[in-house]
C-alpha cells in the first residue's frame, strides 16, 4: 500500500508518503522495506533525501513497535535523521501489515540545509530538525500519572524545543496528537488547548493502543514557522 499527498504552506511544498508492509518475513525484514520503498518514493517525485522532516512508525503490536523502532534508528541516519514518533495498534494498519510509516519531506524554496538538535543526552529520537524557516519536532510523551499532567508535562517540554529553534506556540503551523484508546479525545482536546492556548491552527487527535511504554497516555507532535 502507498499513499502520496501534496501540502503548500508559506510557498513551501512538502509530500506525505504512507506505505505499509505486507506481513511477509520478519518485523525487521518488514520495516526495511517499507523505509525503503518511502526513501525511493519520495526520491521519485522529485524530493532530496537529505529534506526528509519526519517519520511517523505504526506497528501492529507492542513487540512489533520496539522491533521496528530499533531498525528505523538505524536506518534514518546521517542526512535521513529527522523527527520522528511511534505508536501501535494492530486497526491502524491494513489487513495483514506489522509496520506502517509514515514520511515527510520538504522542497526548500531556496538552497537549503537541514539542521538536527539532538536531546542531551542523546537518545533515539532528536529533540528536532530545521528546514527552511521551519522546525519540526519530535513526538513528546511523558509518564506522569492522569493525562493533564502528561499534557503538561509534554507542553512544558515542546515550548523548551520551540525555543531553543527561536520559534514561540503562536507559530505552529500543524498540532497533532496521538491518544490511548482509553482517553476522551474532546478531554484531551481541551488539555491540550489550555495548555497551549497560543497556537491558533487545527488540532488533530488520532486514537492508538499504545506508545513505548505503558505509562503513557499521548504523543504530541509540533510544525511551527521560525
Not at 502507498?2 to 520478519?26: M, P
Not at 509514515?102 to 529533540?127: G, W
Not at 496521538?178 to 495548555?195: D, G, H, M, Q, S
Not at 488540532?203 to 509540533?222: D, P, Q, W
Request: charged share 25%; with cysteine; aromatic share 4%.
Amino acid at each position: 500500500m502507498l499513499q502520496q499527498r501534496r501540502v503548500w504552506r508559506g510557498g513551501r511544498e512538502s509530500i506525505e508518503i504512507r506505505i505499509a508492509g505486507r506481513g511477509e518475513g520478519s518485523v525487521a525484514a518488514e520495516t526495511r522495506h517499507i523505509l525503503e520503498a518511502a526513501i525511493a518514493a519520495i526520491e521519485s517525485a522529485g524530493f532530496a533525501r537529505g529534506h526528509v522532516t519526519r517519520s511517523r512508525l505504526w506497528a501492529s503490536d507492542a513487540k512489533a513497535r520496539t522491533e521496528a523502532s530499533d531498525v528505523r534508528r538505524d536506518f534514518l541516519v546521517g542526512d535521513l535523521r529527522s523527527a520522528s514518533a511511534s505508536f501501535w495498534g494492530a486497526e491502524i494498519l491494513p489487513q495483514g501489515a506489522r509496520a506502517m510509516i509514515d514520511m515527510q519531506a520538504l522542497r526548500p524554496r531556496a538552497k537549503a540545509t537541514k539542521n538536527v538538535v539532538e536531546y542531551s543526552p542523546v537518545i533515539a529520537p532528536p529533540a528536532f530538525a530545521t528546514l527552511d524557516g521551519m522546525v519540526f519536532l519530535s513526538g513528546n510523551t511523558d509518564e506522569s500519572d492522569g493525562l493533564d499532567a502528561q499534557v503538561a508535562a509534554i507542553v512544558a517540554k515542546i515550548r523548551a524545543s520551540l525555543a531553543e529553534a527561536e520559534a514561540s506556540p503562536a507559530r505552529i503551523a500543524t498540532l497533532s496528537a496521538f491518544l490511548a484508546v482509553t482517553e476522551n479525545p474532546a478531554a484531551a482536546c481541551a488539555a491540550i488547548r489550555r495548555a497551549l492556548p497560543e497556537a491558533d491552527c487545527p488540532l488533530t487527535i488520532s486514537s492508538v493502543r499504545g506508545f513505548s511504554a505503558a505509562k503513557k497516555l499521548v504523543e504530541i507532535e509540533v510544525d511551527a514557522e521560525t
